[in-house]
């Protein structure tokens, strides 16, 4: 069992209901990655149903989570022979945290059928080992231990907030997969998909707490053993909100997800910014 | 009331029990348009809560609708004073249909927050008269009735499967209103994202039914009155699925929807298309 097969495992607890725990160590200050608790959530709504993958799954992030026991809720919408799906909450202290409505479907039965059509293009990254990590300070406590849990390495030219820099595209690419060397599974994916940097920090935009209202993650194969690249663009702030697109590739160069959330735009003067091409 | 407005009216029935009508028309060969049935669930999630937009909008579709009775049973998960969310179930014959998770908002108050940043660009479309029009024939009943509904204006270089030629790559855009001239306005862009011809059968693949899975659409304003255009692309078709981009811009350039749909790919040969870029 991997570390994050762990840290998202859940145990039945009658009808319909999972007890889980939001483990240490998974937080940005203090607060437990959307990602990570939607890949719990997920796998507690996975036990509910008879396939072994996600693919469509949509989260709306109702109040913060916190590390500790956590109780999900699953109700089977649908059973199917291609494709079931679930709903679910996540429940912290007798509130829902987050609501989950998932597809689920068996992804390796689908991977004979033919590829009919295909425009996608994996980012063009320089090698892992140039592209510069961050790792955790014990002693400072900041950046947080959830740098270790995802090894997270940023193209160097899509890194210009961390060097004061700003670009003219809120765009930020890199390499990813678990801290512990495991290889990711559709699971993770879920995960990987809430795990660089916001996008609009090169823009100019914060750095600053860019709250996830919605998250919905499309997984569309089982990941190859290996590095994922990922690259993650934000088109529109305004009104207050913001949208944030995301697409994963496995080590075989295919596309395994699509991700949009939505999000709540840090509030900021528009003079700093304003890259209006319309 | 526009006929819109009419056809996805409920009436509260009990706490948090909507009957509605499912019309006639609003149907492709006798299953209602997905996106129409998913305004009038929405409709019913926003008398639920306290807030007049939908902003975030996901819907799983776990089985077909047909015209006649429905009812929508709602549950509002979170209250709030910028973002409320509400989870619900279409429900026929006692099976629910389509399951939503809505987030709601005001954006009328978020109009004067200012756009910090927009790399959106409107298609460059020809004016809709000279974009081709399909017209309900009551003689055959086919096209059906739902093409008055919705008046779609076809880019006539994105409409090549019409002609029986195939492009390079699934895309297609137009010109979107309803039928008896109403202006848009957020409730109805969720019908707009669902209302054109899939972008695949411009690469080859189809005309075939293409069942959704999964709809999620992010109002980002409400639209000006007039004509709205929209794009809807495809980049990848394998596994048997299919994702669908989509875009919707108001009379004012704006972005106003952005839409992602996962769906059912038809199964076919992959000797008949088979644009791989990777």
């Known amino acids: 069992m991997t570390r994050f097969d762990d840290a998202t495992a859940s145990e039945p607890?009658?009808?319909?209901?999972?007890?889980?725990?939001?483990?240490?160590?998974?937080?940005?200050?203090?607060?437990p990655n959307g990602g990570y608790v939607l890949a719990l959530a997920t796998r507690a709504l996975l036990g509910t149903a008879g396939k072994p993958d996600p693919?469509?799954?949509?989260?709306?992030y109702l109040r913060p989570t916190r590390p500790g026991p956590a109780t999900v809720e699953a109700t089977l919408?649908?059973?199917?022979?291609t494709v079931e799906t679930v709903y679910g909450t996540l429940v912290q202290d007798g509130e829902p945290r987050l609501a989950v409505l998932a597809s689920l479907a068996d992804l390796g039965a689908a991977e004979h059928l033919p590829v009919l059509h295909d425009r996608t293009r994996?980012?063009?990254?320089?090698?892992?080992?140039?592209?510069?990590?961050?790792?955790?300070?014990?002693g400072t406590g900041f950046p947080p231990p959830f740098v270790d849990r995802i090894e997270v390495r940023t193209d160097p030219a899509l890194a210009a907030f961390t060097r004061g820099e700003v670009l003219d595209r809120a765009e930020i690419a890199g390499w990813l997969r678990h801290g512990d060397g495991a290889g990711p599974d559709p699971l993770s994916l879920l995960m990987f998909a809430d795990a660089m940097a916001?996008?609009?920090?090169?823009?100019?935009?914060?750095?600053?707490?860019?709250?996830?209202?919605?998250?919905t993650v499309h997984v569309r194969r089982?990941?190859?053993?290996?590095?994922?690249?990922?690259?993650?663009?934000?088109?529109?702030?305004?009104?207050?909100?913001?949208e944030e697109?995301?697409?994963?590739?496995?080590?075989?160069?295919?596309?395994?997800?699509?991700?949009?959330?939505?999000?709540?735009?840090?509030?900021?003067?528009?003079?700093?910014?304003?890259n209006r091409s319309v």
């Open 55 to 60: 693919v469509s799954v949509t989260a709306h």
């Open 222 to 242: 089982r990941p190859r053993p290996g590095w994922l690249r990922a690259r993650f663009t934000t088109r529109l702030v305004a009104g207050g909100f913001l």
């Open 245 to 274: 697109d995301g697409e994963i590739w496995d080590s075989g160069d295919r596309l395994v997800a699509q991700s949009r959330q939505l999000a709540l735009a840090p509030r900021q003067d528009s003079s700093a910014t304003g």
């Open 13 to 31: 607890e009658g009808e319909g209901r999972w007890r889980a725990e939001i483990r240490e160590g998974w937080d940005i200050g203090g607060v």
């Open 77 to 81: 919408l649908k059973p199917g022979r």
């Open 198 to 215: 916001p996008p609009i920090f090169n823009v100019g935009i914060g750095p600053a707490w860019v709250p996830t209202l919605e998250l």
């Open 122 to 138: 994996p980012p063009d990254l320089p090698p892992p080992e140039r592209c510069p990590r961050v790792v955790h300070d014990p």
